[in-house]
């Protein structure tokens, strides 16, 4: 059985099918307690269940750790044959590399063996990867008003979604708001984001929600606060299981749960055929806060996007004619 090493938080798997050249040893024994607690709080857990996860992939194939680049170029050459999104593949060679570096070793990913595999691979392959379509706001308010707000399904569901689509959220971010993240003010509440995909430093990062005027019906503070008050939630997670019995659980919804939620409203709403999934109240609130004339900086401060190239690839234009460009035909427009 492989031995791991004993620099957290990314060492290999150990399994019986698993590799190694060696024992492995990173000495962490002069670091003070707390020097300790900072590395192993260096990355996300989200992130290394993902690299763990890809390790064993690799170990799984016959990988051995640590590797060479011929090896590494092996691998994803033949994971490329398997038919993996490249996308995929070229998270499978960040974490080989993060491996390396988290031992201290030289990373194989960044020779020019592998550095040209991987760009073969996407220059090979449709790199033009399938998006969530944007959910609009007409759409958000059908799907509102499929939801019976008379019983708490309704109403944690129709919370879940109007702050998901408002706030520009993950499904994971929305599953992880706490009563204590959010703050009450006059003008709406302010959302503490504390991790998310873009900001695995663990800044703190806020989300200002505005309430909406008394006579509209789809406003998400309003729902939220239905929500509290009915399920009685005063701390902890704020969106959690209901029971046949109308029972409020204690834990907070798993990420899985949005998107079942969610389908089973589409379905109700007869928007299945749409192919929204939750990532969709994402995009859609950048779609239409765009078209509606919201400046990138207004956007981002609400989405967190840091990387310009990438909040433009959440604008989604429903129509090719949609806010087109060249839709000027006289001097005087």
């Excluded at 590799?19 to 962490?28: H, I």
């Excluded at 702050?163 to 959302?191: H, K, M, N, Q």
């Excluded at 089973?264 to 055929?273: D, E, P, S, V």
């Excluded at 994402?282 to 190239?309: C, M, N, P, W, Y």
Aim: glycine share 6%.
């Amino acid at each position: 059985m492989q031995k791991r090493a004993r620099l957290s938080p990314l060492s290999a798997t150990s399994s019986h099918n698993s590799k190694t050249r060696g024992e492995l040893k990173v000495d962490t024994d002069e670091l003070t307690r707390d020097a300790r607690r900072l590395l192993s709080e260096s990355v996300s857990p989200n992130t290394v269940r993902a690299m763990r996860a890809d390790l064993k992939v690799y170990q799984k194939a016959g990988g051995c750790l640590p590797a060479t680049d011929t090896e590494i170029a092996n691998y994803l050459s033949a994971q490329n044959s398997l038919g993996k999104a490249p996308a995929t593949i070229e998270r499978y060679a960040n974490s080989l590399h993060m491996w390396h570096r988290y031992h201290d070793l030289p990373s194989p990913v960044k020779t020019m063996a592998v550095r040209s595999v991987i760009r073969g691979i996407k220059r090979s392959r449709d790199m033009r990867q399938a998006s969530a379509p944007a959910l609009r706001l007409k759409e958000l308010h059908t799907l509102l008003d499929s939801l019976d707000l008379e019983t708490l399904y309704g109403l944690r569901d129709a919370a879940m979604f109007a702050l998901a689509f408002y706030g520009a959220c993950r499904r994971s971010e929305v599953v992880a708001i706490t009563v204590d993240d959010i703050e009450w003010r006059p003008e709406g509440i302010i959302v503490t984001v504390h991790h998310s995909k873009t900001n695995k430093s663990g800044r703190v990062e806020t989300k200002s929600i505005v309430r909406a005027s008394t006579s509209t019906p789809y406003c998400p503070v309003r729902i939220l606060e239905l929500w509290l008050q009915a399920s009685g939630i005063k701390r902890g997670a704020v969106f959690r299981a209901v029971s046949l019995a109308g029972r409020i659980g204690a834990g907070r919804l798993s990420a899985q749960v949005v998107h079942l939620r969610m389908q089973k409203a589409l379905q109700t709403a007869g928007l299945t055929a749409k192919g929204y999934s939750p990532h969709s109240f994402r995009a859609g609130f950048i779609t239409e806060a765009h078209l509606r004339g919201r400046s990138d900086v207004q956007i981002k401060r609400v989405s967190g996007h840091r990387d310009q190239r990438t909040f433009e690839q959440y604008i989604r234009i429903a129509d090719a004619f949609e806010d087109n460009a060249n839709d000027f035909f006289s001097l005087d427009e």
